[in-house]
């Protein structure tokens, strides 16, 4: 049905139900905002434990070294070893 065939209450309800639906997705874009944050401090705070633990610590994927923390570097004997972005 086409607007202009519509009863004012009709196009009111509608419009009532898109500021709602409009409503709903700023509260869910809100959470998301919320959980992002959430989680960032999450992955410094483990980011920040692994890599001060007295314990060598290694993450592989594949084979391949993905990350690795400064207790495994000084166990291994490795100066420095190339450090990757956990995906």
């Not at 874009?29 to 919320?34: C, I, N, T």
């Not at 920040?48 to 592989?60: E, K, N």
Request: aromatic share 6%; no cysteine; proline share 0%.
């Amino acid at each position: 049905m086409q607007d202009h065939q519509k009863t004012k209450d009709q196009l009111i309800e509608e419009l009532n139900e898109m500021r709602r639906r409009v409503a709903e997705f700023q509260a869910a874009e809100a959470r998301l905002v919320g959980t992002e944050k959430a989680l960032g401090e999450s992955e410094q705070k483990l980011n920040r434990i692994l890599s001060t633990s007295q314990v060598g610590i290694l993450h592989t994927r594949d084979r391949r070294i993905i990350w690795v923390n400064r207790s495994w570097e000084k166990m291994f004997g490795f100066d420095k070893v190339k450090r990757f972005i956990i995906s």
